[in-house]
């Protein structure tokens, strides 16, 4: 099972300055267009510009996180059972937030292992 992200992506003008958000930015390149075979480009999370004091960068919006946690929660328990999850980058960040939150109400993940590549950074929990 290999589900998409939730939103929908889309080249955005302006952004942090600094070549690295330029990836998350930018029109796709032809080669990705290729390698996406006309399925379209999604995110899990939708982002913000966040200025900081170093500048700005872009940050993933706490309700568009829970909404995604909401979905790969119901997604696992509809599908399972799911012996293993594999999680890269937004998607394991989601992981994480959801494996934490439910840690938290005493509840098991809907599934037997994990393996989360290089997860950006979720937003706290305050609950």
């Known amino acids: 099972?290999?589900?998409?992200?939730?939103?929908?992506?889309?080249?955005?003008?302006g952004g942090p300055p600094g070549p690295h958000w330029e990836h998350f930015l930018r029109e796709r390149s032809d080669f990705e267009k290729?390698?996406?075979?006309?399925?379209?480009?999604?995110?899990w999370v939708d982002l913000e510009e966040v200025d900081g004091p170093q500048g700005?960068?872009?940050d993933g919006i706490l309700e568009s996180y829970d909404a995604a946690c909401h979905w790969v929660n119901d997604f696992a328990k509809r599908?399972?059972?799911i012996d293993i999850l594999l999680a890269?980058?937004?998607a394991?960040?989601?992981?994480?937030?959801?494996?934490c939150g439910l840690h938290k109400e005493g509840r098991s993940a809907p599934w037997r292992f994990?393996?989360?590549v290089a997860p950006s950074r979720p937003p706290p929990r305050d609950d």
């Open 114 to 116: 994990c393996v989360l």
């Open 92 to 99: 394991a960040a989601v992981v994480d937030r959801l494996e």
């Open 56 to 58: 700005g960068w872009l």
């Open 34 to 43: 290729r390698l996406a075979k006309d399925v379209p480009f999604s995110s």
């Open 1 to 13: 099972l290999v589900p998409d992200g939730l939103v929908p992506w889309a080249p955005r003008e």
């Open 88 to 90: 890269f980058s937004q």
């Open 79 to 81: 599908e399972g059972p």
